[in-house]
């Protein structure tokens, strides 16, 4: 069974680094084909991918946001971080984690979510 | 960057078949998923590679794609179908995945 959690601060001030843990179990980041994505989506709103991050350590950002994001994994803990620098108001969102099969080209399992909010 | 294009409502009678399309430039040329989210949950691919279904996802639900538009069909509509619907695409040019703008599905 695949699982994915997030966790980080639920709460950061604007020009602030945004450091978020995902932490999966039920597959392997080595496995060739195999992704780990970060998904973010503000309230009411749609859906964003924000990065993603391949078995082979390759890496793949929102052009949109590519300047601020940093995607980088912990093998050993079975864990994909994500950093977001110059946090802002309007970055306040759920943020998932998500995994994308070797197979395919979307994500078959997602995090439960975590909310987090920008304010001073 | 591509631009996937969904109706922001749908309101459905149950029974009923409700249909949601997903526009973008030639997008029958790409593999679209389709993903369920319920009020308050992660979202769940429920139609993946334009028409297949993962293991647990009723026949109910099912996808095409042709031209410049895809559709979810669902099919004998039940209350437990109310939820926002995304699809989602691979974007070639920036090598990223693209959600579309999310379809409210309402049952009447």
Same mark, same amino acid.
């Given at each position: 069974?695949?699982?994915?959690?997030?966790?980080?601060?639920?709460?950061?001030?604007?020009?602030?680094?945004?450091?978020?843990?995902?932490?999966?179990?039920?597959?392997?980041?080595?496995?060739?084909?195999?992704?780990?994505?970060?998904?973010?989506?503000?309230?009411?709103?749609?859906?964003?991918?924000?990065?993603?991050?391949?078995?082979?350590?390759? +890496?793949?950002?929102?052009?949109?946001?590519?300047?601020? %994001?940093?995607?980088? +994994?912990?093998?050993? +803990?079975?864990?994909? %971080?994500?950093?977001?620098?110059?946090?802002?108001?309007?970055?306040?969102?759920?943020?998932?984690?998500?995994?994308?099969?070797?197979?395919?080209?979307?994500?078959?399992?997602?995090?439960?979510?975590?909310?987090?909010?920008?304010?001073? | !960057?591509?631009?996937?294009?969904?109706?922001? =409502?749908? =309101? /459905?009678?149950?029974?009923?078949?409700?249909?949601?399309?997903?526009?973008?430039?030639?997008?029958?040329?790409? !593999?679209?998923?389709?993903?369920?989210?319920?009020?308050?949950?992660?979202?769940?691919?429920?139609?993946? &590679?334009? =028409?297949?279904?993962? =293991?647990?996802?009723?026949?109910?639900? !099912?996808? !095409?794609?042709?031209?410049?538009?895809?559709?979810?069909?669902?099919?004998? /509509?039940?209350?437990? &179908?109310?939820? &926002?619907?995304?699809?989602?695409?691979?974007?070639?040019?920036? &090598?990223?995945?693209?959600?579309?703008?999310? #379809?409210?599905? #309402?049952?009447?």
């Amino acid at each position: 069974q695949i699982t994915l959690k997030e966790s980080g601060p639920t709460l950061v001030k604007p020009t602030q680094t945004l450091t978020l843990t995902c932490t999966f179990s039920g597959f392997s980041l080595s496995t060739p084909g195999v992704g780990v994505g970060w998904i973010r989506q503000p309230p009411g709103k749609a859906l964003e991918s924000l990065a993603l991050l391949y078995w082979d350590d390759d +890496k793949s950002y929102s052009p949109s946001l590519k300047s601020r %994001l940093t995607i980088t +994994k912990d093998a050993s +803990k079975k864990q994909v %971080l994500l950093t977001m620098t110059n946090m802002d108001p309007v970055d306040t969102a759920t943020y998932y984690c998500a995994h994308r099969g070797g197979s395919g080209s979307y994500y078959a399992s997602w995090g439960q979510g975590t909310l987090v909010t920008v304010s001073s | !960057s591509y631009v996937l294009t969904q109706p922001p =409502s749908v =309101s /459905v009678a149950p029974g009923q078949t409700a249909r949601i399309a997903c526009g973008g430039n030639n997008i029958g040329k790409r !593999s679209v998923h389709w993903y369920q989210q319920r009020p308050g949950q992660a979202p769940v691919v429920v139609v993946y &590679d334009d =028409s297949d279904r993962p =293991s647990g996802i009723p026949e109910r639900f !099912s996808g !095409s794609n042709s031209g410049n538009t895809a559709t979810l069909t669902i099919s004998r /509509v039940e209350a437990g &179908d109310e939820a &926002d619907y995304f699809c989602q695409v691979w974007d070639r040019s920036s &090598d990223h995945p693209v959600f579309g703008t999310g #379809t409210k599905v #309402t049952v009447l």
